[in-house]
């Protein structure tokens, strides 16, 4: 938690401003009354509605033993029960640990035993997975299903007569996120009512949300950036409107952009990238997109130069992170400013470091490692307190584990990850400066480049590449001699490069250098 001098700071400056979830809904029912909050499918839940239906489930949950404090797993698809689920426990005081639909045992497992987990809240079947399964590793939590319950309790029966519950305290823990880390298993990130929401409603002003707002939930809900950058959660404080989309293919997610003229929708790189090839060919009606959010990865600049002339909306870059702070290009900016940076913080009493190897401050425009303090940035994770020695420095600041530069103005550029720096022979490559090369090569959809072990050099480059629909397959010399001509030193040109089809991706659609390692290692064992 935060140091008392700092909390008392944050609550004088007006950022935490002694909100809670569970209160902000009841004022928002009563602002906004019949106005429709969360659209999916042919369900259309209102703010009232919305507001009766968490009382109620809160009411079931009581029912069944859930507490204040208790932690309870919650891995539920973009639906709007995932709505009644946050909003209920928000009430009772108990805490979600926000799992993904694309998690299995082994995750849930983990989360359910580390979390001391009352409860399991999943659904029935989801992309022929079988979800009721999870309850062999639940250990001691019940089972909540969303659908049909089998053996299991059914969420559906749990809506009963609502029942008084006191108001929460704003300062107190709200929920549990997932670290993005790499890797072992994901920590889990306490997030207090106060810190949380402050993020929520700034994002909200930065990101020019009103009641007028449409926006398309195209990644999993429960993943920060869809929840709260601005996100869900964001939409819902300004009085707008969400539409939750179930997959985010071009076909699914245009259809929905077209049919509710959605206003503005997040997406990560590859999934922005799709969406640039197929609507060169779609015959829906986008024009109601105001704003594109990439965000999730770094988006290469030759991809962001693509946006605004292929949609017809303004690009905002979104570079932030679930343990705290989140930057954003604002909605004015010069169109070079969003093409080539990823924005600047939240907050001007976030607290950013660019740092070198050695701990100490590097000159605006050069690259360092990123640390950061602030209002909703957390001071560590859940029960870690091994990790947290590495991850915090003594006096609060998050070691990001990012490669930054940040500009005369405080605008950031990531240039990689930590981990993503290729040390070749000690020349040090940074991956994204060498894909956003590739990138320019008219044959190339996408790619991404990564270490292999060298006898010699103790690394050396590889390139995947997906190539776009219906060109020539150039061959490795081709490109690796494009971007030596494009200036790159010669170190830096890749010293494989291996097609694919397609890449594989995390639980939220990012491309898995992790698994593009493992791949590469299989193919160099092989020979």
């Known amino acids: 938690m935060w140091p008392d001098e700092f909390a008392s700071r944050y609550r004088e400056l007006g950022y935490w401003r002694g909100e809670t979830f569970g209160g902000l809904l009841r004022e928002w029912a009563g602002r906004w009354g019949e106005r429709t909050a969360v659209i999916d499918g042919e369900t259309h839940l209102s703010y009232a509605e919305l507001d009766r239906r968490a009382d109620r489930l809160a009411a079931g949950l009581h029912g069944i033993g ?61 992309d022929g997975f079988d979800h009721r399964s999870l309850a062999a590793v639940a250990g001691n939590a019940r089972v909540i299903i969303a659908g049909d319950p089998g053996e299991h309790t059914a969420l559906a029966d749990l809506y009963t007569d609502p029942i008084p519950l ?30 949380y929401l402050y993020s929520v409603w700034a994002s909200a002003d ?36 969400v539409v939750l989309c179930p997959r985010p293919d071009p076909a699914t997610a245009f259809a929905l952009i077209e049919r509710h003229r959605v206003t503005i929708t997040g997406v990560v790189p590859p999934i922005a990238l799709v969406w640039l090839e197929s609507a060169r060919r779609s015959t829906r009606d986008l024009s109601s997109l105001q704003v594109l959010q990439v965000g999730g990865a770094k988006l290469a600049e030759e991809v962001a130069r693509r ?46 470091l660019v740092l070198d190897e050695d701990g100490n401050p590097v000159p605006d425009g050069e690259t360092g490692h990123l640390l950061t303090r602030g209002p909703y940035t957390i001071r560590g994770y ?18 990001t584990g990012d490669i930054v530069r940040r500009d005369s103005d405080g605008y950031l550029v990531v240039t990689g990850r930590a981990k993503d720096q290729i040390n070749r022979g000690g020349e040090k490559i940074a991956a994204e400066e060498v894909e956003n090369e590739l990138l320019a090569h008219p044959a190339v959809h996408d790619a991404a480049v990564v270490a292999m072990p060298d ?26 001699e494009f971007v030596r001509d494009r200036g790159l030193a010669a170190y830096k040109v890749p010293d494989r490069v291996e097609f694919l089809d397609e890449f594989p991706t995390t639980a939220v659609g990012k491309t898995s250098t992790n698994d593009l390692r493992a791949a590469l290692r299989a193919r160099l064992e092989r020979g």
């Open 66 to 126: 859930v507490r204040a404090g208790d932690r309870v797993v919650l891995q539920l698809p973009s639906t709007a029960a995932f709505f009644d689920v946050i909003f209920a426990l928000f009430r009772l005081g108990a805490l979600p640990v926000f799992a993904l639909p694309s998690h299995r045992a082994n995750e849930i497992g983990y989360f359910c035993a580390h979390s001391e987990a009352v409860a399991l809240v999943t659904t029935d079947v989801l």
């Open 166 to 195: 006191p108001e929460r305290d704003p300062g107190e823990l709200a929920f549990l996120q997932l670290s993005g880390g790499s890797t072992g298993r994901p920590k889990l990130i306490p997030r207090t009512h106060d810190d």
């Open 206 to 241: 930065i990101c020019g949300l009103s009641t007028e707002t449409v926006y398309l939930c195209a990644l999993p809900v429960a993943h920060n950036y869809p929840l709260s950058s601005p996100g869900v959660l964001g939409v819902l404080y300004a009085g707008g409107t």
């Open 307 to 352: 946006v605004r002339p292929t949609l017809g909306c303004t690009l905002q870059q979104v570079f932030g992170m679930a343990e705290g702070l989140v930057n954003y290009t604002r909605l004015d900016d010069p169109e070079e400013v969003v093409v080539s940076t990823q924005g600047r913080p939240i907050s001007a009493h976030d607290e950013v």
């Open 382 to 399: 859940w029960r870690a307190e091994e990790h947290n020695a590495r991850a915090f420095t003594p006096d609060g600041f998050y070691r």
């Open 455 to 480: 006898r010699y050099l103790g690394e050396r480059s590889c390139a995947f590449v997906v190539l776009r629909q219906g060109v020539p397959v150039p061959a490795a010399n081709t490109l690796r």
